[in-house]
């Protein structure tokens, strides 16, 4: 194989880079996931109800849930939905993930729906801003008179909001205390707006669907009394966050999913949607055979277009124990697995992938994580390891939603779901985790 091969592999295996509906990278691993299916799970709670409905979807970051939720997006736009998606944090997103509050995300909400319902009226949202364009002009960097700007410029306001409060820091709370106190009457735009949108839309197309993406990477931030912002955003603010007149679905974290509040939100949401990770190994550390053969099927099929030729435990890698190894280091967490490959890829000259780049793969990882995990959480990691189960703490949200420790699910003989959880398998191979196992030892 050529250098431009290796290129073209190396950029084919994108951890960053959701698949789009129908690309023939995409693999199908619902029955390594617990039966997760992402178009019976939430779609059809859109489809066969006859009120607006608001769901949540959870999962580890980088499991793979932009990607379902594109497949879910097409397939409702193929059975009558108008669908808006959007990635709502991230740093090139709308929404910086160190610092988000609910106006953040209605904003967000607002600019998205103004492109994406094109032919609606956009009237009663460009009053609202209007007549908060005086206090707002100076944060917004402009002098321009608002109301002498065309439709075009007044909608891009919305957009250029978002951009100023994601990239300039110092205006963020001073903007976001100007939109507070009126959010209730931006709702009340917004939702005229949509009813104006519905209207209009063709007749094949009955229902409108928002999908806010990516709000799962909101880092966690509490304050003296405890509270968190994932509290406030989705708790305290359920009301407005539901209160879009369209079907909705939003990304939430996966520590909030196994806090205290779990109930709270199942009160309020439902049930949330979980995507467990690819069980590629048993609770008894052994092999499985299904899940491992996804994983290396999740590889092969990104590698299959530039070298259609090539075998996988053979050509693109050294031997098949070495692609073992890479699959189960990646605990079947779809972005650790492509990060990787791509580190393993970056430090080869020439095909096969050798047993050194792919160890000095894993070795730089593990590394990562042993920065990751804080002195007194080593003992947390080997009572996991241990016993396979997690308590309802603070401890080990923290450990979930730094992705220390994955979550598998399966059906058992009586057709019952199993859930249990392990420690990321790179974790296992440092050194203070080992100690900690030896310490833990009853």
Same mark, same amino acid.
């Given at each position: 194989?050529?250098?431009?091969?290796?290129?073209?592999?190396?950029?084919?295996?994108?951890?960053?880079?959701?698949?789009?509906?129908?690309?023939?990278?995409y693999?199908?691993?619902?029955?390594?996931?617990?039966?997760?299916?992402?178009?019976?799970?939430?779609?059809?709670?859109?489809?066969?109800?006859?009120?607006?409905?608001?769901?949540?979807y959870?999962?580890?970051?980088?499991?793979?849930?932009?990607?379902?939720?594109?497949?879910?997006?097409?397939?409702?736009?193929?059975?009558?939905?108008?669908?808006?998606?959007?990635?709502?944090?991230g740093?090139?997103?709308?929404?910086?993930?160190?610092?988000?509050?609910?106006?953040?995300?209605?904003?967000?909400?607002?600019?998205?729906?103004?492109?994406?319902?094109?032919?609606?009226?956009?009237?009663?949202?460009?009053?609202?801003?209007?007549?908060?364009?005086?206090?707002?002009?100076?944060?917004a960097?402009?002098?321009?008179?608002?109301?002498?700007l065309?439709?075009?410029?007044?909608?891009?306001?919305? @957009?250029?909001?978002?951009?100023?409060i994601?990239?300039?820091?110092?205006?963020?709370?001073?903007?976001?205390?100007?939109?507070?106190?009126?959010?209730?009457?931006?709702?009340?735009?917004?939702?005229?707006?949509?009813?104006?949108?519905e209207?209009?839309?063709?007749?094949?197309?009955?229902?409108?669907?928002?999908? @806010?993406?990516?709000?799962?990477?909101?880092?966690?931030?509490?304050?003296?009394?405890?509270?968190?912002?994932?509290?406030?955003?989705?708790?305290?603010?359920?009301?407005?966050?539901?209160?879009?007149?369209?079907?909705?679905?939003?990304?939430?974290?996966?520590?909030?999913?196994?806090?205290n509040?779990?109930?709270?939100?199942?009160?309020?949401y439902?049930?949330?949607q979980?995507?467990?990770?690819?069980?590629?190994?048993?609770?008894?550390?052994?092999?499985?055979?299904?899940?491992?053969?996804?994983?290396k099927?999740?590889?092969?099929?990104?590698i299959?277009?530039f070298?259609?030729?090539a075998?996988?435990?053979?050509?693109?890698?050294?031997?098949?124990?070495?692609?073992?190894?890479?699959?189960?280091?990646?605990?079947?967490?779809?972005?650790?697995?492509?990060?990787?490959?791509?580190?393993?890829?970056?430090?080869?000259?020439?095909?096969?992938i050798? @047993?050194?780049?792919?160890?000095?793969?894993?070795?730089?990882?593990?590394?990562?994580?042993?920065?990751?995990?804080e002195?007194?959480?080593?003992?947390?990691?080997?009572?996991?390891?241990q016993?396979?189960?997690?308590?309802?703490?603070?401890?080990?949200?923290?450990?979930?939603f730094?992705?220390?420790?994955?979550?598998?699910?399966?059906?058992?003989?009586?057709?019952?779901?199993q859930?249990?959880?392990?420690?990321?398998?790179?974790?296992?191979?440092?050194?203070e985790?080992?100690?900690?196992?030896?310490?833990?030892?009853?």
């Amino acid at each position: 194989m050529s250098n431009d091969d290796l290129t073209d592999i190396y950029n084919a295996i994108d951890p960053f880079q959701p698949l789009q509906p129908g690309d023939p990278a995409y693999v199908d691993c619902r029955e390594v996931r617990g039966d997760a299916n992402v178009l019976v799970d939430l779609g059809r709670e859109i489809l066969r109800s006859h009120r607006v409905t608001c769901q949540l979807y959870a999962g580890h970051r980088g499991a793979g849930k932009s990607t379902e939720l594109l497949r879910l997006k097409a397939d409702l736009e193929t059975k009558g939905c108008f669908v808006v998606y959007f990635a709502a944090v991230g740093d090139d997103r709308d929404i910086a993930p160190d610092d988000v509050q609910y106006t953040d995300i209605l904003l967000g909400c607002t600019q998205h729906l103004l492109e994406g319902l094109k032919t609606a009226d956009p009237k009663p949202l460009l009053g609202w801003l209007g007549d908060r364009w005086q206090a707002l002009k100076d944060f917004a960097q402009s002098e321009i008179e608002f109301e002498k700007l065309d439709i075009g410029a007044q909608i891009q306001q919305f @957009a250029h909001l978002n951009t100023t409060i994601r990239a300039v820091p110092s205006l963020r709370k001073k903007i976001r205390d100007q939109i507070e106190p009126y959010t209730v009457t931006l709702l009340k735009a917004l939702n005229e707006f949509i009813a104006d949108g519905e209207r209009k839309l063709p007749a094949y197309q009955t229902k409108l669907v928002v999908i @806010a993406d990516n709000l799962d990477r909101i880092v966690p931030i509490r304050d003296d009394d405890g509270r968190s912002n994932h509290d406030e955003i989705f708790l305290d603010r359920s009301e407005q966050l539901k209160g879009l007149h369209c079907h909705l679905i939003y990304t939430v974290p996966i520590s909030m999913v196994y806090s205290n509040r779990a109930n709270d939100l199942k009160d309020t949401y439902g049930n949330p949607q979980l995507l467990p990770m690819i069980m590629v190994q048993t609770e008894e550390g052994r092999l499985y055979p299904p899940g491992f053969s996804k994983v290396k099927e999740l590889i092969a099929s990104r590698i299959k277009p530039f070298a259609p030729q090539a075998e996988l435990e053979t050509d693109i890698f050294e031997n098949p124990e070495v692609l073992e190894r890479l699959c189960l280091a990646s605990g079947g967490h779809v972005r650790e697995l492509l990060l990787l490959a791509k580190e393993a890829i970056n430090r080869t000259d020439t095909l096969p992938i050798s @047993a050194r780049a792919v160890r000095r793969a894993i070795t730089e990882t593990r590394d990562t994580y042993r920065r990751t995990v804080e002195k007194d959480q080593w003992l947390t990691l080997a009572k996991v390891a241990q016993f396979h189960n997690i308590e309802n703490d603070e401890q080990h949200r923290n450990l979930l939603f730094r992705r220390c420790l994955l979550e598998y699910r399966y059906f058992d003989d009586q057709g019952d779901m199993q859930c249990w959880y392990d420690v990321h398998p790179l974790i296992k191979g440092i050194q203070e985790f080992k100690e900690a196992v030896v310490q833990f030892q009853p």
